[in-house]
């Protein structure tokens, strides 16, 4: 063979060799670089992962502001609704059976104790009184002659003029006699009684509230179904209030406390009494104490059954602090507030609520001056549940001094 011809195949085999190298590097520098961007598009989706999940864990986390509760400062009053009511009432019924003759005081009269309110005629039982009294004397007359016959026999006996059966007979009969006198006598006093009590008399002093008959209106005695009350009589000098006092502030009503009124139609007014007597029982459904407070109405200002505001200082126990009410959470268990602790994180604490202050309320139990309340709280928050605090915190609202 040609040495040319051999050198320019030997040559023609290097060359192709060098190409098939150079090809099969610029695969392998082109995988290479293939799997080196997508070993970092991994790795920068796991690094967005991951700073997405950190982000999505922050945004999770909820932001709060915090306030404390203020102490409620200076002296307060106490106010609670009342009702007036007269010191005594009561339904004024017939005693007899008639009709009424007339009638002598109508509605908001003013009436002495033992005034006559009422005529009732009653002309069965005016009869059956005439009767009575017949039959009274008829008894009388027939106790007279046995009386008259038994003497005359026991005379006789002394002499056995008459046998012993006989005088038996006569004072036997003599002693019927003057029972029937005694039952004839107690029956013309009932009906006399019975009579007298178609006068109707005002049994103390007060006001007319009611009238409910008229003249020639049928009068059935008593209250029974068939009866109706004539007046309703009431005594408006003094006047008891009756209020229900709260159980934290129980401890603090005591005999003889002053305590003050006012009514919204008459703006401006008071009208003080004093506390007469409380229940000394915490009534288990509401949790008050039943108080009374007389009121004294010699004007006749004051009408019994008005709602009235009763204002009397009494100091709860305990520490008295002021919330805002926007700092409360309302959940089935109760009225609640949540509580940052050292943790940053949620304490719901039951709250016991006093009074209403419009903006604010009074909260007796469940929170500390040191505790750090969320304002505005989601009602998403739940216990122990971890949260951001926001460093700058809206003021708590001014504690009022008097409760209206």
Same mark, same amino acid.
């Given at each position: 063979m040609n040495p040319m011809l051999k050198d320019e195949q030997h040559q023609q085999a290097t060359s192709q060799q060098h190409r098939t190298r150079r090809a099969v590097g610029v695969l392998v520098a082109t995988a290479f670089i293939l799997l080196a961007i997508a070993l970092l598009s991994i790795a920068q989706r796991r690094a967005e992962r991951r700073v997405l999940a950190k982000q999505t864990e922050a945004m999770a986390v909820p932001y709060v502001s915090l306030i404390h509760a203020t102490a409620v400062a200076g002296e307060s009053q106490l106010v609670l609704p009342a009702t007036i009511e007269a010191y005594v009432q009561s339904p004024i019924y017939a005693r007899t059976n008639g009709y009424l003759k007339a009638w002598y005081k109508d509605i908001g009269s003013r009436v002495k104790k033992g005034e006559l309110l009422a005529e009732i005629d009653t002309p069965e039982v005016d009869q059956q009184l005439v009767q009575a009294r017949a039959d009274l004397a008829t008894a009388k007359a027939n106790a007279q002659l046995a009386a008259i016959t038994a003497t005359r026999y026991q005379d006789l006996i002394k002499t056995d003029s008459v046998s012993k059966q006989e005088v038996d007979n006569a004072v036997g009969d003599n002693a019927a006699k003057q029972a029937a006198v005694q039952s004839a006598e107690a029956n013309v006093r009932r009906l006399a009684e019975l009579e007298s009590f178609k006068h109707v008399y005002a049994p103390f002093a007060g006001v007319v509230t009611r009238r409910n008959v008229d003249i020639g209106y049928l009068i059935n005695a008593g209250s029974s179904a068939s009866g109706k009350e004539m007046f309703d009589l009431a005594q408006t000098d003094p006047l008891r209030v009756y209020v %229900?006092?709260? #159980? /934290? !502030?129980?401890?603090?009503?005591? *005999?003889?406390?002053? @305590?003050?009124?006012?009514? $919204?139609? %008459?703006?401006? #007014? /008071? !009208?003080?009494?004093?506390?007469? *007597?409380?229940?000394? @029982?915490?009534?288990?459904? $509401?949790?008050?104490?039943?108080?009374?407070?007389?009121?004294?109405?010699?004007?006749?200002?004051?009408?019994?059954?008005?709602?009235?505001?009763?204002?009397?200082?009494?100091?709860?126990?305990?520490?008295?602090?002021?919330?805002?009410?926007?700092?409360?959470?309302?959940r089935p268990q109760g009225t609640m507030a949540a509580v940052v602790g050292s943790d940053n994180r949620i304490s719901l604490h039951r709250l016991t609520i006093g009074r209403d202050f419009g903006s604010s309320v009074e909260v007796l139990e469940g929170l500390t001056l040191q505790d750090a309340v969320v304002i505005n709280p989601p009602d998403s928050l739940e216990e122990g549940e971890s949260v951001v605090v926001k460093t700058a915190a809206p003021p708590a609202s001014p504690s009022p001094n008097h409760a209206q």
């Open positions: %229900s006092v709260p #159980q /934290t !502030y129980s401890a603090s009503i005591r *005999r003889g406390q002053k @305590a003050c009124l006012q009514l $919204t139609e %008459s703006p401006g #007014q /008071t !009208y003080c009494g004093q506390v007469v *007597r409380t229940a000394d @029982a915490i009534d288990p459904t $509401t949790r008050t104490l039943l108080t009374e407070v007389d009121v004294p109405n010699p004007s006749g200002a004051l009408m019994p059954g008005a709602y009235a505001e009763l204002h009397f200082a009494a100091e709860p126990a305990g520490k008295r602090l002021s919330l805002p009410i926007n700092a409360l959470l309302f």
